[in-house]
C-alpha cells in the first residue's frame, strides 16, 4: 500500500467484508469494523516487544597539527 504525503490511503474492500486488519511491525494490531465513511486508524506501539535497544554512536575529530 502506498499513501501520500499526509499519510492518506484508499482501499477496495470487497462488498462482504466485515473486518479489516491493520498490523505493522512494532506495533499493536488492530481489527476494525467496515463502514461505508471514513475510517481513523491509529496503530499504538508495541513496546512490550522490544528485548534490547542499542545505540552506537561514532564520532572523529581533526586535531590540527
Known amino acids: 500500500m502506498v499513501t501520500?504525503?499526509?499519510g492518506f490511503y484508499m482501499i477496495d474492500?470487497?462488498?462482504?467484508?466485515?473486518n479489516i486488519s491493520?498490523?505493522?511491525m512494532?506495533?499493536?494490531a488492530e481489527n476494525i469494523a467496515v463502514s461505508?465513511?471514513?475510517m481513523n486508524v491509529a496503530l499504538a506501539p508495541a513496546l512490550e516487544m522490544l528485548d534490547e535497544?542499542?545505540?552506537a554512536?561514532?564520532?572523529?575529530a581533526s586535531l590540527g597539527r
Open 13 to 18: 474492500v470487497p462488498p462482504n467484508a466485515r
Open 26 to 28: 512494532g506495533m499493536v
Open 22 to 24: 491493520y498490523q505493522s
Open 4 to 6: 501520500d504525503i499526509n
Open 53 to 55: 535497544v542499542s545505540i
Open 36 to 38: 461505508n465513511s471514513v
Open 57 to 60: 554512536y561514532y564520532a572523529m
